[in-house]
C-alpha cells in the first residue's frame, strides 16, 4: 500500500493540529533510486478501550509517505468509540478487526503471520510513530539480514507534550539481561522505537502469549540468541505516552516480570559459559531481593500517611522513577 496524503484521509478536528493532524510526512518515490520496490513493512497496533489516543496513532502510521507499507489494527472489542474510529480510516488499512482476543501478544503474532514485510514494528494504540520515522530509516540505511533497527523515542504525556527522549544502548545479550546496570544508565530498550526483521521474529517463536508485561524484552532477548545484530540511528523514531491507564504503572509486577524474563533468557544461551551464567543469575537474584525490600518499605510508609489512592499511585510512580535512576528498581513500559 502506498501511504495516503493528508487531504485524502479525513479532515482534522479544529482544535488538532500539528502531527499527525495538519502535517504530513515527505513522501518518498514510488521506487528506489535503482528502479526496485522499497522493501515492504509490515506495522501492526493492538487497540482496547484506547480510543482517547487511537485516531492519533493510525493517522501517525498512515501519514508516514512510505511507498510499501501494510497496516493492521486488531481491536479486543473495545466497548469505547475505539472500533468507529478504526472504521474512519478502513480504506487504507490492510486488515482489521473488533472482536475478543487472546491479548496482546497474541494478536501482534497474528499480524505479523498475517503480514509479508521484510521489516515489522508494533504500536500501541496511545503511542505514535513520527513524522518521516519511515521516510528517514529508510532512505538513510540498506537493509541487512538479520537486523534490528532501533531509533530514538520521545516520551511524551497525555496531551502529547514532550517530557524527555530516549536512545537505547543494549548491543548484546549480556548488555540486556544486566538490568541493574541497564536501568541504572537508561540504556534500554523501548519498545516503539524498534523496527525489526518480521520472519526472524517469527522463527524465534513471535511474542510469548503467556508474558503480559515483558513481552517486547522477551522478544530482544530471542533475536540476540538468534544472531540478530541491533543497529541505531539518531532517527527520531516514536512516541512513548505516559498516562494513568497505562498497565506499566503497576511497577512491581512489571519488575517481577522483567526480572522472570531475563532469567529465562540467561539460562537459555549458550553464549554464556556456566559460571558467567552464575554470575548473572545471581546478580539479578540480588537486584530482584533490593527492589522487593525497597518497594514494600516505601508502601509501608505511603498507607500510613493516610494518602488518597490516586495520590499514592503517582508517588509511587514517581518513586519508582527515581529508583530507576539511582538503580534501585525499575519501571519498564511497554
Known amino acids: 500500500m502506498r501511504c495516503p496524503r493528508l487531504y485524502e484521509l479525513p479532515p482534522s478536528p479544529w482544535q488538532k493540529t500539528g502531527w499527525p493532524w495538519t502535517e504530513e510526512s515527505t513522501p518518498l518515490q514510488n521506487l528506489m533510486p ?24 493510525i493517522r501517525s502510521v498512515l501519514l508516514q509517505g512510505y511507498p510499501n507499507l ?35 501478544s497474541d494478536v501482534i503474532n497474528r499480524g ?3 503480514g509479508s514485510g521484510i521489516l515489522a514494528a508494533w504500536i500501541n494504540s496511545d503511542d505514535m510513530l513520527c513524522r518521516n520515522a519511515l521516510v528517514e530509516q529508510m532512505s538513510r540505511h540498506v537493509i541487512r539480514p538479520k537486523t ?21 544502548k543494549v548491543h548484546s545479550l549480556e548488555d540486556l539481561v544486566r538490568v541493574r546496570t541497564v536501568w541504572r544508565s537508561g540504556s534500554h530498550i523501548v519498545q516503539p522505537e ?19 508485561s ?11 540468541l538468534a544472531g540478530a545484530t541491533f543497529q541505531y540511528s539518531d532517527i527520531p523514531f516514536a512516541m512513548f505516552r505516559e498516562h494513568q491507564n497505562q498497565k506499566t504503572h503497576d511497577v512491581l509486577r512489571q519488575t517481577r516480570s522483567l526480572l522472570d524474563t531475563a532469567k529465562r533468557l540467561v539460562l537459555h544461551a549458550d553464549c554464556f559459559s556456566e559460571d558467567r551464567k552464575n554470575e548473572l543469575l545471581a546478580d539479578l537474584k540480588h537486584y530482584g531481593i533490593a527492589y522487593e525490600k525497597n518497594h514494600w518499605k516505601g508502601s509501608g510508609r ?21 529508583q530507576q535512576t539511582i538503580g534501585v528498581g525499575s519501571s519498564y513500559d511497554v
Not at 534490528?148 to 537505547?168: E, K, P, Q
Request: aromatic letters at 12%.
Open 70 to 104: 501494510e497496516y493492521f489494527i486488531f481491536d479486543g472489542a473495545s466497548i469505547d468509540n475505539s472500533a468507529e474510529i478504526i472504521k474512519k480510516y478502513e480504506p487504507w488499512l490492510s486488515y482489521w478487526v473488533s472482536e475478543p482476543d487472546g491479548g496482546q
Open 194 to 212: 524498534v523496527l525489526f526483521p518480521r520472519e526472524l521474529a517469527l522463527t524465534v517463536g513471535g511474542l510469548d502469549r503467556n508474558n503480559y
Open 148 to 168: 534490528v533497527y532501533i531509533g530514538i523515542c520521545t516520551y511524551i504525556d497525555a496531551t502529547g507534550n514532550i517530557l524527555s527522549r530516549h536512545r537505547g
Open 302 to 322: 505511603l498507607a500510613r500517611l493516610g494518602l488518597p489512592r490516586g495520590l499514592v499511585s503517582q508517588v509511587r510512580r514517581i518513586r519508582a522513577l527515581v
Open 34 to 57: 535503482d528502479g526496485q520496490e522499497w522493501p515492504r513493512i509490515s506495522i501492526v497496533t493492538p487497540s482496547f478501550n484506547q480510543g482517547s489516543f487511537i485516531e492519533d496513532t
Open 214 to 224: 515483558t513481552m517486547d524484552y522477551d522478544l530482544w532477548g530471542k533475536l540476540l
Open 112 to 114: 505479523l503471520k498475517k
